[in-house]
């Protein structure tokens, strides 16, 4: 069956450091990734998309890659701050199935 | 801005009990899905509806069904909860582009954590 997943459960990084969140999918090739935020008790909220013809995206302080040779999604914060602690959820689109990874828990340490 | 809104955002029932769970979007949009979130599975499609009184079953739709009679309006239902079905329940729809195209990404209400003792 098609399968996400994100390798760290938890990952923790020093205030100012480049964070980097790793997602790998498995017996299939989905035609998108898309990655949310989820903070504690809420609702995820939807951060950035990446096709599989688009090597890079990236908006304001956040960069999505696709390498569909890995089969591997990463999603960098850069000059990460306490305010990105949340919980990190990759999701791969296929025939418009929706399949989500179980998430990466990321603590930014001041 | 999209609104998502969930009836409950905790409920405690009792095992056998009915439950019904609503979710009301102001989007007009034709997508809807609930989804169940538990600890170490992450989130699991239960059902999801695209257009009003259509309905598809997800990956673990037993134990579970909805309505959708208005465009609106999407319900879960648990005709008889059981302790199993504890979880935090979140419902979602399909942002639409600014082309009104399906974009592929969910916008999703706050939840709603179900306890079943």
């Known amino acids: 069956s098609q399968k996400i997943e994100q390798n760290s459960e938890a990952l923790n990084i020093q205030e100012g450091k480049t964070a980097t969140l790793t997602c790998n999918y498995t017996?299939?090739?989905?035609?998108?990734l898309q990655w949310y935020r989820q903070d504690p008790g809420r609702g995820p909220v939807f951060l950035l998309l990446?096709?599989?013809?688009?090597k890079e995206k990236r908006k304001e302080r956040l960069k999505v890659t696709f390498d569909t040779t890995l089969k591997q999604s990463l999603f960098h914060i850069t000059a990460s701050q306490p305010a990105d602690s949340a919980t990190y959820l990759c999701a791969g689109t296929s025939y418009g199935k929706l399949t989500f990874g179980q998430g990466t828990i990321l603590t930014v340490h001041p | 801005d999209v609104k998502v809104t969930q009836s409950s955002r905790y409920l405690v029932k009792r095992t056998g009990e009915k439950v019904f769970l609503e979710c009301v979007q102001d989007?007009?949009?034709?997508?809807m899905f609930w989804y169940r979130q538990d600890p170490g599975l992450g989130l699991r499609l239960i059902y999801f509806s695209y257009d009003v009184k259509m309905k598809e079953k997800g990956d673990i739709p037993e134990g579970y069904s909805v309505s959708r009679e208005k465009k609106e309006r999407f319900s879960l239902i648990l005709e008889s909860a059981s302790t199993n079905q504890t979880s935090m329940y979140l419902c979602a729809i399909n942002n639409r582009g600014t082309s009104g195209r399906n974009t592929g990404e969910l916008f999703f209400g706050e939840g709603s954590r179900l306890t079943v003792l």
């Open positions: 017996n299939y090739s989905p035609a998108y």
């Open positions: 990446i096709r599989e013809n688009e």
């Open positions: 989007m007009d949009h034709e997508n």
